[in-house]
């Protein structure tokens, strides 16, 4: 007698609630044993046996993880703000979410990578994976009143950047500088020039707008030949910031303007301003009160800055000679109308 394959009888296809029974079984009894094991074991042997666990894959792994935070306890981390700026010029269109901030008088928006996306990059032909990612430190004392207690948890953000062990060396003394030097180009470039004026009610006595001034390099008028030498001069000086690092000496450029009211003195510093993308301080020794006011603005000048001292040869004509400034170590500035370049 003889049967063919389609004259076997088929067993029934398992019933649709038998499917979610087994299920159901299979789960509880994952968290019986899971209970068990939590009752049988202390947490301590339990965080032993998940940490050697680690251990022993991390050691099997060939990835190597990276971990930069936010800030190392009160003092911020240089290396994670520049990968945040990094990492924001590479977001792409199928990114689901990101971060945008707008600082006070600045004109161009911070957009940045969420917690919890992902990002690629490639540098050297290696591609490298980067994660932002958050969790919460500890107990910190707040001022804030609360009901609870005077303490809360501290958020700590950072990135995981994972790559192949082997790479760890080319990453750390080329990936990194390589991102510390593009964050700071892509700052530099939207960056916001900003006007500065004394201010004793600000911070550092300065009080800053947004400089508006359209003076450019291609606007004003000035002898072609005298244009040419004092732009390669500027490229010259700002290109030569290692050098006056390595033979010890203050990375700073002066230049003295000097003409008749309305020659375009204040047009070629707002043209030199806008060229190097240099914040302007606007220095009027009559409204500095004495030495401890003028040490503190110097001070207080930013970095990539120039500092415009006005009209210097006039600036005393009504004080007495015995209600002089006297600042020996900035006599220089008593000679001539001086613009600081300083980093």
């Known amino acids: 007698m003889w049967f063919s394959k389609e004259s076997l009888p088929r067993p029934p296809p398992p019933h649709y609630e038998t499917i979610l029974s087994v299920a159901a079984s299979v789960t509880a009894s994952a968290i019986l044993f899971r209970s068990i094991i939590n009752e049988l074991f202390p ?47 590479k977001l792409l269109p199928s990114t689901r979410k990101i971060k945008v901030h707008q600082q006070e008088k600045e004109d161009e928006l911070e957009v940045s990578v969420d917690k919890n996306q992902e990002l690629f990059d490639v ?56 991102i510390l030097q593009k964050a700071k180009a892509i700052k530099e470039e939207k960056k916001t020039v900003k006007l500065h004026t004394i201010d004793y009610n600000g911070p550092d006595y300065w009080g800053s707008i947004k400089f508006d001034h359209p003076a450019t390099f291609d606007t004003i008028a000035m002898d072609p030949e005298m244009k040419r030498e004092l732009i390669e001069d500027l490229d010259r000086f700002v290109e030569s910031r290692e050098f006056y690092r390595r033979v010890g000496k203050a990375w700073k450029r002066g230049y003295l303007f000097h003409g ?22 606007d220095l009027d020794l009559k409204e500095v009160q004495c030495n401890s006011d003028l040490r503190r603005l110097l001070i207080g000048t930013g970095n990539r800055s120039i500092l415009v001292i006005e009209d210097i040869d006039r600036s005393f004509e009504s004080v007495e000679d015995d209600e002089v400034i006297s600042m020996p170590f900035f006599t220089w500035m008593s000679e001539f109308e001086y613009d600081i370049y300083k980093e």
Not at 261 to 276: D, F
Request: charged share 25%.
């Open 43 to 89: 947490d301590s042997i339990n965080e032993y046996l998940s940490s050697s666990l680690q251990k022993i894959s991390s050691r099997l792994s060939s990835q190597l993880t990276i971990v930069i935070e936010e800030s190392d306890g009160l003092v911020a981390n240089r290396m994670f703000k520049a990968a945040n700026v990094y990492l924001g010029s």
């Open 123 to 178: 540098f050297k032909g290696v591609k490298l994976k980067w994660v932002a990612a958050s969790r919460v430190d500890g107990l910190v004392s707040s001022n804030k009143k609360r009901q609870d207690s005077a303490f809360s948890r501290s958020e700590v953000r950072y990135f995981e950047l994972a790559c192949h062990k082997k790479h760890r060396d080319m990453v750390l003394s080329s990936y990194f500088p390589y």
């Open 260 to 281: 008749p009211p309305g020659t375009g003195k204040s047009s070629l510093v707002a043209a030199m301003a806008n060229y190097l993308r240099f914040d302007v301080y």
